[in-house]
């Protein structure tokens, strides 16, 4: 474990050598993520794709990350977690590349599978290795405070990279994308020690058993279900909001980046405040829960934009002038800081459970596998299907769908939570007896 640290500001922690280099990390990471969810609104309508196709964007990302979550989760607790980070940066680099010379939407979908192998390496191991070396009682500070770096940098690409592919155009996007990535790969070589957690004897993370193991725990039931639904509208905001923005009201990459924008300031000001807040408070359940329910309400607001474009066509603003589609920008900004402030409330708490749970068998990698591999089951299948009912309907019915499958989810983690929580108690009676 690191050395205690004085508990203060979250900005106290970047004097901290090490965490600087696994922020450089999340950095790169969520500066690429985001950047290149703008540029596939910009393929999307530059080769005029259907929304199945659109869907096939997420889905074949998602379905990379599906397949090595597991097998991933497994090696970062048996080897050493820099070489992860590293490689993980390296194939990011590549993903950079290979995008430069895209001609077609196929080209698009296979890229996106290297990108989602790149993704899950760095969050996996990044999230991993960050439990493991914050100190006692410090690990929802850590955490939340990681996350902000990571919203930080989100927001970054999306009003840096949303202007630069608007003013530059792709390549130029890339190489600067490429030159940030390989920064962080410094950072980590430098400053991030050997061996940074994992190095768990292979003996005593047996795999499947560790995966059973963690699943017998009625906590992590509980997380793993909420995730498979919650993902599922999830991931259709996060893909489909930038489409729906740049096809149905022809909304800049520039002006798109300022959207999101909203929400990763909001996540970028208060993650590390909520993390801290966790740590005071325990219950975490009750953030995870709290934090679900206002993401529906953001992601049903969206369905809202077309309404609102109707009544307010044009608007005259200080500084920026005369700004068309007001209506649905409105909307669309205003619902995704609603996502923001729902993502800061929840995913402190949703990381601190599986690492807690994790620590239980001395597999907190395998742990956050799961929780990933949890999480891409809804990003395969949710893409596909808001895809299929935007082609079939239309994208507002498609958010819609979203928002209910989130409450949905959120009603079955309740349940399920307090029926573990009965368990549990039952259990520790007969223990003690």
């Known amino acids: 474990m690191a050395d205690s640290e004085d508990r203060g ?25 985001s950047t290149l ?28 990350q599906l397949l090595i979550v597991l097998p991933l989760g497994r090696k970062i607790d048996t080897g050493n977690a820099k070489r992860y980070l590293v490689a993980g940066l390296l194939v990011n680099v590549l993903v950079f590349v290979g995008f430069i010379f895209v001609q077609s939407a196929v080209h698009v979908i296979l890229v996106r599978i290297l990108q ?10 990044g999230s991993a290795v960050v439990g493991e070396i914050s100190p006692d009682g410090e690990r929802g500070r850590w955490l939340g405070t990681y996350n902000q770096v990571a919203a930080f940098s989100s927001m970054a690409g999306d009003l840096v990279g949303g202007y630069l592919l608007y003013s530059q155009g792709f390549r130029f996007t890339y190489v600067v994308l490429s030159a940030v990535t390989l920064a962080a790969t410094v950072l980590v070589l430098l400053f991030l020690r050997d061996n940074p957690g994992g190095m768990t004897d292979p003996e005593n993370a047996s795999g ?108 005259v603003l200080p500084v920026v002038g005369t700004v068309t589609n007001a209506g649905a920008l409105a909307v ?61 309907s239309s994208m507002p019915v498609a958010f819609a769908v979203a928002a209910g ?8 983690f309740v349940l399920m939570y307090r029926r573990s929580t009965v368990s549990e108690r039952a259990r520790a009676l007969a223990t003690d007896d």
């Open 9 to 33: 500001s979250p900005l106290s922690l970047f004097k901290n050598a090490e965490f600087v280099a696994l922020s450089g990390t999340a950095f790169a990471r969520s500066q690429a993520y």
């Open 332 to 392: 669309m900004f205003s619902a995704y800081a609603v996502l923001g402030v729902a993502d800061s409330i929840r995913l402190p708490a949703s990381m601190s459970l599986f690492v807690t749970e994790g620590e239980r068998f001395d597999s907190v990698a395998s742990s956050m596998s799961l929780r990933s591999l949890s999480w891409k089951v809804g990003q395969v299948v949710g893409p596909l299907t808001v895809g299929i009912i935007t082609d079939l």
């Open 208 to 315: 499947r058993e560790t995966l059973v193991a963690l699943l017998g725990r009625p906590m992590v039931r509980s997380l793993v279900t909420f995730r498979l639904a919650f993902s599922f509208g999830k991931m259709a905001v996060i893909l489909f909001l930038p489409i729906y923005a740049r096809t149905v009201f022809g909304v800049s990459s520039l002006v798109i980046g300022g959207i999101l924008a909203g929400g990763k300031l909001a996540k970028t000001l208060l993650q590390g405040y909520m993390g801290d807040l966790t740590d005071r408070l325990g219950g975490e359940h009750r953030f995870v829960v709290a934090g679900a329910l206002l993401y529906a309400v953001g992601t049903a607001m969206l369905p809202l934009a077309g309404p609102a474009n109707d009544l307010l066509t044009t608007a």
């Open 405 to 412: 499958f989130i409450v949905v989810a959120t009603a079955a």
């Open 37 to 64: 969810l703008l540029a596939l609104a910009l393929y999307a309508d530059l080769f005029g794709t259907t929304g199945f196709v659109e869907g096939l964007f997420g889905a074949t990302f998602a379905l990379a």
């Open 116 to 125: 989602g192998v790149g993704a899950s390496v760095l969050w996996i191991t």
